[in-house]
């Protein structure tokens, strides 16, 4: 029981929640980017929240389903078609063996995410499936997937679908303001740099992906050029020399150099990987409890969000 992939897609790739307590091996977190989207495409299918997933980035990704099944598509807009028939995305289907599945144009946000019922039926390492291709780990033979790879999956159906209610849906084409907690190396940004990060509006560059996203606008300077390399933490914003903030995200190096003035929010960061570029940001200061109450509620919302869900 598998997918086969049928044409040669540009980036794709098995995902998780992400791979934790190896840092100290120089192996990153990685893990889905978004995992609002994540979690919701296993919610639709009554997974567990930590199953593997395709997180499909560019358009034009075609699999062949070789047995009965149910899959769910959530993240990006774009087109999506099962044997040539448009369908909608943020809900679940019933799949046939034979249906051919193709995510077409993504029209916003970055990153379509497609869950398959139980999940992939793949190997961990070092406790995960997420691909890191840089690290050769995770996924098929630590690679982005391509023309010819089957995807096994175990034979599991149901005879019902699921939908997310349209509420709460995310717009990707929204300008974002991030919420971030002042630390790390704080002390060495005046208070009028602090501010001057605060009031002004960055925009994304081309240079983005899952490792980072790099901003242009106000520079800030900091007091000292540089630090020890020390450990990034999801969502660290470095001050590099040229003062353009860099937001650190979920395959992150694991140790870096340049001052940090502050951390993003989980939860924003989720949106942030959706951004494109020319995306419009805003900095926003919260305290170190508020952050955590809300990174709570988040996660605690999964749990206890099935009202959410419509039968389809």
């Given at each position: 029981?598998?997918?086969?992939?049928?044409?040669?897609?540009?980036?794709?790739?098995?995902q998780?929640?992400?791979?934790?307590?190896?840092?100290?091996?120089?192996?990153?977190?990685?893990?889905?980017?978004?995992?609002?989207a994540?979690?919701?495409?296993n919610?639709?299918?009554?997974?567990?929240?930590?199953?593997?997933?395709?997180?499909?980035?560019?358009?034009?990704?075609?699999?062949?389903?070789?047995?009965?099944?149910?899959?769910?598509?959530?993240?990006?807009?774009?087109?999506?078609?099962?044997?040539?028939?448009?369908?909608?995305?943020?809900?679940?289907?019933?799949?046939?063996?034979g249906?051919?599945?193709?995510?077409?144009?993504?029209?916003?946000?970055?990153?379509?995410?497609?869950?398959?019922?139980?999940?992939?039926?793949?190997?961990?390492?070092?406790?995960?499936?997420?691909?890191?291709?840089?690290?050769?780990?995770?996924?098929?033979?630590g690679?982005?997937?391509?023309?010819?790879?089957?995807?096994?999956?175990?034979?599991?159906?149901?005879?019902?679908?699921?939908?997310?209610?349209?509420?709460?849906i995310?717009?990707?084409?929204?300008?974002?303001?991030l919420?971030?907690?002042?630390?790390?190396?704080?002390?060495?940004?005046s208070?009028?740099e602090?501010?001057?990060?605060?009031?002004?509006?960055?925009?994304v560059?081309n240079?983005?992906?899952?490792?980072?996203?790099k901003?242009?606008?106000?520079?800030?300077?900091c007091?000292?050029?540089?630090?020890?390399?020390?450990?990034?933490?999801?969502?660290?914003?470095?001050?590099?020399?040229?003062g353009?903030?860099?937001?650190?995200l979920?395959?992150?190096?694991?140790?870096?150099g340049?001052?940090?003035?502050?951390?993003?929010?989980?939860?924003d960061?989720?949106?942030l990987?959706?951004?494109?570029?020319?995306?419009?940001i805003?900095?926003?200061?919260?305290s170190?409890?508020?952050?955590?109450?809300?990174?709570?509620?988040?996660?605690?919302?999964?749990?206890?969000?099935?009202?959410?869900?419509?039968?389809?």
């Amino acid at each position: 029981m598998s997918f086969e992939i049928i044409n040669s897609p540009i980036l794709a790739t098995i995902q998780d929640k992400g791979r934790f307590g190896f840092s100290f091996l120089g192996v990153s977190n990685s893990g889905c980017s978004d995992e609002f989207a994540y979690f919701w495409a296993n919610k639709l299918l009554k997974n567990s929240l930590d199953t593997n997933i395709l997180e499909i980035s560019f358009s034009n990704f075609i699999i062949e389903a070789n047995k009965d099944t149910q899959l769910s598509i959530t993240g990006a807009d774009c087109e999506f078609f099962i044997n040539e028939q448009s369908k909608e995305i943020w809900q679940s289907y019933n799949i046939k063996k034979g249906d051919i599945i193709k995510i077409g144009k993504i029209l916003s946000g970055n990153l379509v995410y497609l869950a398959v019922l139980g999940g992939f039926d793949i190997k961990k390492e070092f406790g995960s499936n997420s691909t890191t291709i840089k690290e050769k780990l995770g996924g098929l033979d630590g690679d982005k997937l391509k023309k010819g790879d089957i995807l096994p999956y175990k034979n599991r159906v149901c005879n019902y679908t699921m939908r997310l209610k349209k509420e709460f849906i995310p717009n990707y084409e929204e300008n974002l303001t991030l919420r971030v907690v002042f630390s790390y190396q704080e002390e060495y940004f005046s208070k009028e740099e602090k501010n001057k990060f605060l009031n002004s509006s960055y925009f994304v560059t081309n240079e983005f992906n899952k490792m980072a996203y790099k901003l242009k606008g106000t520079p800030i300077k900091c007091q000292i050029d540089g630090i020890i390399s020390e450990a990034i933490a999801f969502g660290s914003v470095q001050i590099p020399k040229d003062g353009q903030p860099i937001v650190l995200l979920k395959q992150r190096q694991t140790i870096g150099g340049y001052p940090k003035i502050g951390v993003v929010l989980n939860i924003d960061c989720f949106k942030l990987s959706q951004a494109r570029t020319n995306t419009k940001i805003r900095f926003k200061e919260i305290s170190y409890e508020e952050a955590l109450d809300k990174s709570k509620s988040f996660s605690k919302s999964f749990f206890e969000s099935s009202a959410d869900l419509k039968n389809s």
